[in-house]
Each structure stands twice: as C-alpha cells, then as structure tokens.
C-alpha cells in the first residue's frame, strides 16, 4: 500500500505541476520581470511587453535591451522549460505531503475531498505564513534570513496543529487550543526588516502578493484533487489498514 500511495502521489504531484505552469507564467511572470527592473534602485525602463516563464527571483528579466525574436522565443522557452521542472517536483512534494497527512490522520483522500486537502495543505504552508512574510518580489527589503526560516517553521507547526485539532476534536478545550495555536505565531510577529523603503510600488507588489497566493492555492487544490482521482481509479481507494478492515 505504502509504495502505491508514493506512486499515486508522485504523478499526482506532476499532473498539478504540469496543469499549474500555463497559470504561473501568465499571472506571476510578468509582474517578477516588471519588479527586477527596479533592483539596483533604478527607476522603471519602458519596454514593450513580452512573454516570460516564472524562474526563480533571481532570474535575468532580458527587458532592459532589444533583442531578436529568435533570441527572445529562445530565452521564453526556457525559462518555461525550468518553470515547469521546478513545478513538477514542487508539485510531487505537495501531493506526497498530503498523503503523508492522510496516512497519518487515518482519513482517505478520495476524489470528493481530494481539492480540500489540498487547500489544507495550501492554508498551513501558504497562506498562514503569508499573513506574517507575503511573498516578496526582487528589490522588496526583507528581514534576516534565518529569523525568517524560524518563524515560518513555527508558524506552519502551529497551524498545523491548530488545524488538526479543529478537524478531529470536538471539545471545548480544543476549540480554545485551536484558536491558541493559529493565533500564536501572528502574535509573536514575523521578523521585518528595519528600513522598509522599496523602489517597487506597493500597486506591483500587492499584485503579486494575490496572484502567488492564487496560483499557489490552484497548485495545492489540483495535487490534492489528482491524488484523489487517482488512488481511487488506479490503487483501489487507498487508505489506512483500520479503515478498510472497519
């Protein structure tokens, strides 16, 4: 059972990837590339619109000089070309993460429930630390990377939990440790850096902030909804040895 549900999650997790990257390209891209032309302090250069893949932040725009329609059909393939491998293992690592979950919580991801999985999996490692650390285009100020790392971790444990104890318990008590746990983290605050100043406009950057925010929660609803689809159609509705033996 264990080796099926790695398969199923594995192309689970590369089907989202796959169906996800037209999304990334259209709704991030562009407003990445528009952002990286403001590093270095430099104001915006106008530069007539161009189609460009989702790599990592750090990726060269190509928007500052011409270049030829060869050249630029070039660099958008292959910065499409490495959007789509990153989304294909991001992708397996989402859909492997909710099995995990569902294993470890004794409950079926089916193809009813499959979507809501993953817009579980989408609000404890998404969105609840992008309430603290929105995500952050190139020239954007940002804190300390470590202090970062720590309180993104200890805000995904926490709403994890909170998020375990309102789905499986029902008593008063846990409804309070729920609250508790979702709360904590935020409360604490999230590191920010101290001088704030930016040259991107809060317009680019609030636009970004929602569509990574979308795109992240299509990605993590499709991984949770093609894992469904699958262990019920090819590994004979995979689920924990308890449940099938009730």
Same mark, same amino acid.
């Given at each position: ?26 709704? *991030? ?6 952002? /990286? ?13 161009? /189609? ?6 750090? %990726? #060269? ?37 909710? %099995? ?6 004794? +409950?079926?991801?089916?193809? +009813? ?21 929105? #995500? /952050? ?17 200890? *805000? ?13 318990? +029902? /008593?008063?008590?846990? +409804? ?9 983290? @935020?409360?604490?605050?999230? #590191? @920010?850096?101290?001088?704030?100043? %930016? ?16 795109? %992240? ?30």
């Amino acid at each position: 059972m264990i080796v099926r549900t790695l398969l199923v999650a594995l192309v689970a997790g590369i089907l989202a990837g796959a169906a996800v990257t037209p999304l990334q390209h259209w709704k *991030t891209t562009p407003l990445i590339l528009e952002a /990286e032309t403001y590093e270095g302090g430099g104001g915006h250069h106008d530069h007539a619109p161009h /189609e460009h893949s989702a790599l990592s932040l750090a %990726s #060269p725009a190509h928007a500052h000089a011409p270049a030829a329609a060869d050249g630029e059909a070039a660099g958008t393939a292959e910065r499409l070309a490495g959007s789509l491998l990153a989304n294909l293992v991001l992708g397996a690592g989402f859909a492997l993460l909710l %099995s995990a979950a569902s294993l470890a919580a004794n +409950r079926p991801i089916t193809a +009813r429930n499959g979507a809501l999985w993953g817009l579980a999996g989408f609000a404890v490692l998404t969105l609840a630390p992008a309430l603290g650390l929105p #995500p /952050e285009l190139p020239a954007m100020p940002a804190a300390d990377l470590h202090a970062r790392q720590i309180w993104w971790l200890a *805000t995904v444990l926490t709403t994890a939990g909170g998020a375990a104890l309102l789905a499986f318990r +029902r /008593e008063t008590a846990a +409804r309070l440790g729920t609250v508790a746990l979702l709360l904590l983290p @935020h409360l604490a605050g999230a #590191p @920010h850096p101290a001088d704030i100043g %930016s040259p991107v406009p809060a317009t680019l950057a609030a636009e970004f902030v929602m569509a990574s925010l979308l795109v %992240s929660a299509a990605f993590w609803a499709l991984a949770g909804l093609f894992t469904g689809l699958l262990a019920e159609r090819f590994a004979g509705h995979i689920r924990p040895a308890r449940l099938r033996a009730a």
